[in-house]
């Protein structure tokens, strides 16, 4: 005769994780209705005391109903904490002291996320900076640029890790030593895109977070899920280069109806990715050309609690900024004034377009001391661009 399983018991605590969790694994049940169901039963305790009968009279799919009432979504939550754990990560649901208090203002908060890293940080006042996956150079060094000056002035850098304005912003906060928090579309588990992963080490000084089960792939349906938690949880969404269709707009779109403040850097009006920014800027999103536009846009509470605005992050007396006030050198303002920060020159171009004013030697010489200084970057093949 085969033995009984032995009854896992737990304290409240993990009892109300598991249940929320749970909720979240029944087939059919999405955000929204989930939340639905626990206001309608009074609470996540009564739903999971309900009967087969009461749940389908709530209007639950069969399927859905069964699974809560048979125990057969309590079985998986069991399972998938566990292999959370067992990954070193936390399961963190509403009424935990972790759970970011501004994903619960928004109109369908996650039911459970998975938490990777350091807890403290995710309730943290942040910005969120968001852009295309295809950024010119001008968008991926102001994004950099921006979210660096900003994490060294205390706030977290929200995100979704994808490729271009993402990483870029990411990137930008660990120069600044601050903290930064990616958004995953993908299962925590799941490193996407690949060649993050390196980054995904350095960014759990801060924290990942997924409403998506372990596992899961990155489907096309996920992001633009997972954008509403992006903007949600930070104070205001910063929004760089971006399509006239990208995925951005519906994180910009989302910031709007979440009471959330919409910035955006402006672009140049022949680019098609400056579609976005400049668009929004037109329909009221706040212009931004340094740290100091989203810092006064701050509430004042806010900007009281983080550390006060001393020196820029971003480069030893190099001001964060789409205008260059500095003087330079003759030399050094010749070679800067060819240059572009969404479009790159090429080496020999500089020379043949310089060669009536300056020796190739006072060219190279200037082009060594503007990238030293942080005001252009070099990119592969001898091209240069501007970073500011």
């Known amino acids: ?45 009564r739903l999971f005391t309900a009967s087969l009968t009461e749940l389908e009279a709530s209007g639950l799919p069969g399927a859905a109903a069964q699974s809560l009432a048979l125990g057969k979504s309590m079985e998986l939550a069991n399972a998938e904490f566990d292999h959370a754990r067992e990954l070193g990560a936390d399961v963190i649901v509403p009424g935990d002291a972790a759970f970011p208090r501004r994903l619960l203002e928004i109109y369908d908060p996650p039911l459970a996320l998975y938490l990777k890293g350091n807890a403290e940080v995710i309730d943290k006042p942040g910005i969120a ?26 706030l977290i850098i929200f995100s979704g890790m994808a490729r271009g304005v993402d ?21 925590i588990d799941v490193v996407y895109p690949a060649e993050n992963r390196k980054i995904t080490d350095q960014i759990l000084a801060g924290a990942i977070l997924s409403e998506f089960p372990l596992g899961t792939f990155p489907a096309p349906q996920n992001f633009p899920i997972r954008n509403r938690l992006i903007s949600g949880i930070a104070i205001g969404v910063l929004v760089l280069e971006a399509g006239e269709f990208s995925g951005t707009r519906v994180t910009a779109r989302c ?3 979440q009471g959330r403040e919409v910035f955006a850097v402006p672009g140049n009006v022949t680019n098609k990715l400056s579609w976005g920014p400049n668009t929004l800027i037109k329909q009221g999103a706040a212009l931004v050309a ?14 009281l609690a983080l550390t006060p605005p001393d020196p820029p992050a971003s480069g030893e007396g190099v001001p964060s900024s789409l205008f260059e006030t500095e003087q330079l050198p003759p030399s050094e303002k010749r070679v800067y ?41 070099q990119m592969p093949g001898k091209y240069f661009v501007r970073t500011m």
């Open 1 to 45: 005769m085969q033995a009984e399983a032995p009854i896992r018991t737990h304290d409240h605590t993990v009892t109300r994780k598991l249940q929320w969790l749970a909720l979240s694994l029944t087939p059919g049940v999405g955000a929204g209705r989930g939340r639905k169901l626990v206001e309608m039963y009074g609470g996540i305790d």
């Open 129 to 154: 900076v968001v852009g295309t996956r295809h950024p010119t150079p001008y968008g991926t060094g102001m994004a950099e640029r921006l979210a660096c000056d900003l994490a060294a002035r205390g």
């Open 167 to 187: 990483t870029a912003a990411h990137r930008g906060a660990l120069q600044a030593h601050g903290h930064t928090v990616a958004i995953w579309g993908t299962g």
């Open 255 to 257: 910031a709007l109806e």
């Open 290 to 303: 340094t740290w100091e536009d989203v810092w006064e846009a701050l509430p004042a509470d806010v900007r």
């Open 337 to 377: 004034a060819l240059m572009r920060a969404d479009e790159s020159i090429h080496i020999d171009q500089l020379v043949e377009r310089l060669a009536s004013h300056l020796s190739s030697s006072e060219i190279f010489s200037a082009l060594f001391e503007l990238e030293l200084s942080g005001r252009i970057r």
